[in-house]
């Protein structure tokens, strides 16, 4: 009897919470690519990752990027777009490209980019996030041509592409990049706030050969993240599998107590 009762509940607990789904929500982004030599701070010309010559201005130490960026609930955020290419990495040009989620621990999303070099290809770089901007604009609910930039959230309200002060709809309490700890002082524009900011915690290039050399990937910092598409999916079938399960198990259960 109790047993029946107890499938009865959570039959009830089923039927009541209805289909699962997942909230997947794509964006265009723009942000910036900050690389830092051995010691983690670009500092001197032996120690730094520059994106063309020695002879450039500091500002292109950092290099924009932009691609699409896919957030799933259920998997975390991909980018299979994403690949951009900085002219110097200890001599030679590198490539940085796709991004796939690690884990997310409440804002914290670790995350991993695939760096090619010379000879090495595919060489993990791992990067975390803190996504409180993202996260807060996602549970505030996001509709398509929705703007995240920097702290702010704007809806184009009369669908002119034109993002005016009247339109934003709430800040984000996004946090400020921890690229803009290691530009302080040097005369570039720090980015203050993005949706994706990377943390001190990015561990940079995962291989003996390039031990402490960091990459820094801001989202939406200082630029944007438009959303391009919000939809819901079912959750595998496995979930209604149970369900029926858990019904046929409420028959054999009464069978028994009959």
């Keep these: 009897m109790k047993l029946t009762k107890t499938l009865i509940t959570a039959a009830i607990m089923f039927s009541v919470a209805g289909p699962a789904s997942a909230s997947i929500i794509t964006f265009d982004f723009t942000g910036r690519l900050t690389v830092t030599g051995s010691s983690g701070v670009p500092t001197s010309s032996n120690d730094v990752i520059r994106n063309f010559s020695a002879s450039t201005p500091y500002d292109t130490w950092q290099t924009p990027v932009s691609a699409t960026l896919t957030y799933d ?71 398509v041509n929705d703007k995240l930039s920097g702290n702010n959230l704007y809806r184009d309200f009369n669908n002119d592409h034109v993002y005016d002060p009247s339109e934003l709809v709430t800040t984000l309490g996004s946090a400020t ?82």
């Design 73 to 143: 609930s259920s998997i975390g955020i991909t980018s299979t777009t994403f690949n951009v290419t900085m002219g110097e990495f200890l001599g030679l040009p590198t490539v940085v490209h796709d991004i796939a989620t690690i884990s997310i621990s409440g804002n914290l999303i670790n995350a991993q980019l695939l760096g090619d070099w010379a000879q090495y290809s595919n060489i993990p770089v791992l990067l975390q996030w803190d996504a409180t901007g993202l996260m807060n604009a996602i549970n505030y609910g996001l509709q």
């Design 177 to 258: 990049p921890y690229s803009d700890v290691l530009i302080a002082g040097t005369g570039v524009a720090p980015q203050l706030y993005a949706p994706l900011a990377a943390t001190s915690a990015t561990q940079g290039y995962d291989h003996p050969d390039f031990v402490g050399n960091r990459a820094y990937l801001d989202i939406g910092s200082g630029n944007s993240m438009y959303v391009t598409s919000v939809s819901t999916v079912p959750l595998p079938a496995a979930v209604w599998l149970f369900g029926s399960g858990l019904l046929g198990l409420i028959g054999m259960a009464r069978r028994k107590a009959a």
